[in-house]
């Protein structure tokens, strides 16, 4: 059987996602973007990748989020996006703002992980190799390397845009203290640094409380946020115990030590608030974070269309009342 001709809906940009201005530049991302960190590796049905990405870009999620190693196994995130890209989305590459990263392990010896020229160089070569593109909208620095000095990982992002191999320059995951001084050395070679990439959610607000927001709003910065939903223990799952199949029960990167008596009795508690608004825990989760204005965007993993469409809902319901922050800032002090 042919498979269909994917044509992407008419009214794409017209089915309720929003756009948020990111920083002082002329980019607008989508206020949700699609995060292929699990879910998109080797391990997954291809057909279902797929469906999810032509789902993301029917509602209006033009920034996909990769890195070199995102997966399982590592680079095959990226191989999945290449394949689809070469299938079904090719006609839409100018709508579409592609990430990459670069930062930790992806191949063995002292080469393939950290901050190195070398190291980033050659990822973002084989990234586009992976996934087909000749340039990537954004490319990262995926963590700080404080064994590398901070000029030469800079650098390589700087050359890596004037070679044509990304649009844009990211990084993800420095200390608040240390990408100042990124964001100034960007800057004064004209490649300003375009998105700042941190987890952010109502479990970990270290960002929010440590500076680090203010210094990239100062800095004229996006702030992109990843794991809002905190792998998961913000979706309301985990209330009634750990369900075979689920992320804590597999224990990859959550595992069942983290589900403590207090983090369950204060999601029953905010999935309380959630009811009240109408929404499920993982939306108001979302939600949560849409409503700090310093925020661009925030990145979700998604393991089916359904979860992907749900995820969608809380961008129509990113605005609290006073007394709800301060239940929510209560439950979580």
Known sequence: MIEPVYRAADDRYECGMKYARCGRSGILLPRISLGMWQNFGETSPLQRSKEMLHYALDHGVVSIDLANNYGPGYGTAEETFGYVMR???????????????????????????????????????????????EYFDVF?????????????????????????????????RWPAEVAARAFDYLRRRDVPCLLFQDRYNLADRRVATDGTLD????????????????????????????????????????????ITPEIVEKVRRLNEI???????????????????????????????????????RAVAAAVFSTEELARIAEIMA
């Not at 006609?91 to 190195?116: Q, T, V």
């Not at 000095?149 to 890596?160: F, G, N, R, W």
């Not at 905190?230 to 990859?252: C, F, H, K, N, Q």
């Open 215 to 258: 210094e990239v709003s100062a800095a004229g910065c996006g702030f992109i946020a990843f794991s809002p939903l905190a792998e998961g223990v913000l979706t309301g799952r985990y209330l009634d115990g750990i369900p075979a199949g689920s992320r804590a029960a597999r224990g990859s990167h959550l595992t069942a030590s983290k």
């Open 140 to 172: 990262y620095s995926h963590r700080y390397d404080p064994s590398t000095p901070e000029e030469e990982t800079l650098q390589a992002l700087v050359d890596i845009v004037r070679q044509g191999k990304a649009l844009y320059a990211g990084i993800s």
């Open 274 to 312: 959630a009811v009240s608004r109408g929404q499920s825990m993982a939306q108001m989760a979302l939600s949560w974070v849409l409503n700090d204005q310093r925020v661009t965007s925030v990145i979700v993993g998604c393991s089916s269309v359904g979860q992907l469409a749900d995820n969608l």
């Open 87 to 133: 299938k079904s989305l090719f006609p839409y590459r100018d709508e579409l703002f592609i990430a990459s990263k670069a930062g930790y392990d992806m191949w063995p010896g002292p080469y393939g992980n950290w901050g190195s020229r070398k190291y980033l160089m050659t990822s973002v070569d084989q990234s586009l190799r992976r996934t087909g593109l």
